[in-house]
């Protein structure tokens, strides 16, 4: 048996610094094999998080939309002639023919997004697509284990996401005993990321800029949030008064494994099937612009105490300590 860690586990060891400012290090990234990004943040591709609206303000920030596939194929063709060339599409493992008519108009990839990534049935649907669009990228996920990553780049994946069970709305590591904490998937994946050269995404257990400082710095090209931005006044969210909290509004953020969303778009649970997920109300937060300039502000800061002008050379960089529950404790401000 080995250890594994999650964010809250371990901390990263101030470095030497010799940048003067920290508005100079470069945020730039790898979304996939052949896509950049000014930003490495990404809003999940949740039906509580992905709008039209989110999709504006991420292409304005220098990120990349990811729309979900939880509509009609004909909603889904509006997304993508709207943001044509801009913007992914996902897709589960099934309606192939529907995700080629996505990439034939304008899509620049798809996200391949089904709860345990690691299977036959994703490295075939990889391979078909790839057949037919080899110039289209292909994210494929979610997986958290080094040879799963190596699987699904060897089948032609040119990004892969990593996370099981540490999204704010999953219950899959309560309901199955499976999944691998998230910093040691996200560390375990990177060492065969590095030599493959296939960019990896950190995908759930994002609370705090603190998080994605982490993911990156242990390997991560980019950093996937979902709560976080379906909590923001432009997620796509359904919002509700609620004079309790300063916003006067919440909003509803559910996993796709939910009963709730299961019953929406599926009709209820199939049979000998339980919920992997839950649905809450939470208080919205703000605009999604001062999220994605909070969290970037946490990393441009974050790379100054690494000494690193750019992701890679925080990456070269990093050197890690496992703490205790008290670090975290010793870490928030005490007023009283």
Request: net charge neutral; aromatic share 8%.
């Amino acid at each position: 048996m080995r250890d594994a860690y999650t964010y809250d586990d371990v901390a990263l060891v101030p470095q030497f610094n010799n940048i003067p400012s920290r508005t100079e290090p470069s945020l730039e990234t790898w979304l996939s094999k052949h896509k950049k990004m000014s930003i490495p943040i990404l809003a999940s591709n949740m039906d509580t998080v992905m709008s039209e609206r989110l999709a504006e303000i991420l292409l304005e920030q220098g990120s990349t939309p990811i729309f979900h596939r939880f509509t009609s194929i004909e909603e889904q063709l509006r997304w993508v002639k709207r943001f044509e060339g801009q913007a992914f599409v996902s897709c589960g493992i099934g309606k192939l023919d529907e995700t080629r008519k996505l990439l034939d108009a304008g899509a620049i990839g798809v996200c391949i997004d089904v709860a345990h990534g690691h299977s036959d049935r994703m490295f075939h649907h990889i391979q078909e697509l790839k057949k037919t669009h080899p110039d289209r990228e292909v994210i494929a996920g979610n997986v958290c284990t080094a040879m799963a990553y190596h699987d699904l780049v060897n089948a032609g994946a040119d990004a892969v996401k990593v996370g099981i069970g540490p999204g704010a709305a999953c219950t899959t590591r309560v309901v199955t005993g499976f999944g691998v904490p998230q910093f040691t998937a996200v560390q375990e994946c990177a060492r065969i990321a590095e030599k493959l050269r296939v960019p990896l995404i950190a995908d759930g257990g994002i609370r705090t800029s603190r998080d994605v400082v982490l993911a990156l710095a242990a390997g991560a090209s980019s950093v996937m949030v979902g709560k976080l931005f379906a909590l923001t006044t432009e997620s796509a969210a359904p919002k509700r008064a609620n004079e309790k909290y300063k916003s006067g509004m919440e909003a509803k953020f559910r996993g796709q494994a939910s009963a709730d969303f299961q019953n929406e778009f599926y009709g209820g649970l199939k049979a000998k099937t339980v919920a992997e997920g839950i649905d809450f109300w939470a208080p919205v937060s703000g605009s999604a612009e001062d999220l994605i300039n909070q969290i970037l502000g946490g990393i441009r800061s974050g790379m100054t105490y690494g000494g690193a002008m750019n992701i890679k050379e925080l990456q070269r960089k990093a050197e890690f300590v496992r703490v205790t529950s008290s670090y975290i404790q010793e870490s928030k401000p005490r007023p009283e």
